[in-house]
């Protein structure tokens, strides 16, 4: 990243930063919400500024990662799990389930964009491959769960175990970490 692009991303954090900070941003937002759209624009102005070079296959699978994180668990695993128990998203927020699973579906798509990018690679990120099996299967298997059976709101009945999910996501992340360090 070049020293224009990086002063730049400094005074967008530090603007950023002093909005969340001082209260100016939205009253409406909760300091989640505030937080994650600050992450969200910082990542999209480093994006911008790398969009000078070709992407990397590291670079593609830090995208992937963060759609992961973002697209499936944080907009829908994690606020699924908390609505079955309180009703509720994460946050405390009303949820419209079936809209909630039906933006699932449309990140499903992509992810199976991810899926044959990911099943392209050389052998060299093997590694990588075999973790994205894995995380990618679990993915389809609690989506297809939320098909079948949706939840319904403060149903303690209702089973959502995310656990793998969290175990391979967690292992892609580091498995890309690690590439990156290299």
């Known amino acids: 990243m070049s020293i224009r692009n990086k002063l730049g991303l400094f005074i967008s954090v530090a603007v950023a930063l002093m909005l969340v900070t001082s209260g100016c941003a939205s009253k409406e937002k909760t ?3 505030k937080i994650k759209e600050l ?6 102005q480093k994006d911008a500024a790398d969009t000078d ?3 990397t296959v590291e670079s593609q699978l ?5 759609f992961i994180t973002a697209s ?5 695993f994690v606020n699924i799990g908390w609505y079955a128990k309180s009703g509720t998203d994460s946050t405390g927020q009303q949820l419209d389930m079936e809209f909630t699973i039906e933006r699932l579906g449309q990140a499903m798509e992509k992810k199976a964009e991810y899926d ?6 050389d052998a060299e990120y093997d590694s990588v491959k075999q973790v994205w099996s894995k995380l990618s299967n679990e993915t389809d298997n609690l989506y297809r769960q939320l098909k079948e059976n949706p939840p319904q709101a403060n149903d303690g009945s209702y089973v959502f175990e995310t656990g793998l ?11 890309i970490r690690a590439l990156t360090q290299k």
């Not at 830090?62 to 963060?66: A, D, E, H, V």
């Not at 499936?72 to 829908?76: G, H, L």
């Not at 999910?165 to 498995?175: M, R």
């Open 165 to 175: 999910f969290k175990q391979y996501s967690q292992a892609f992340a580091d498995d």
């Open 62 to 66: 830090r995208q992937i990662n963060s």
């Open 53 to 55: 070079k070709p992407p």
């Open 31 to 33: 300091d989640e919400e």
């Open 72 to 76: 499936v668990w944080n907009e829908a």
């Open 116 to 121: 044959a990018y990911i099943q392209g690679l």
């Open 39 to 44: 992450f969200s624009s910082l990542a999209d």
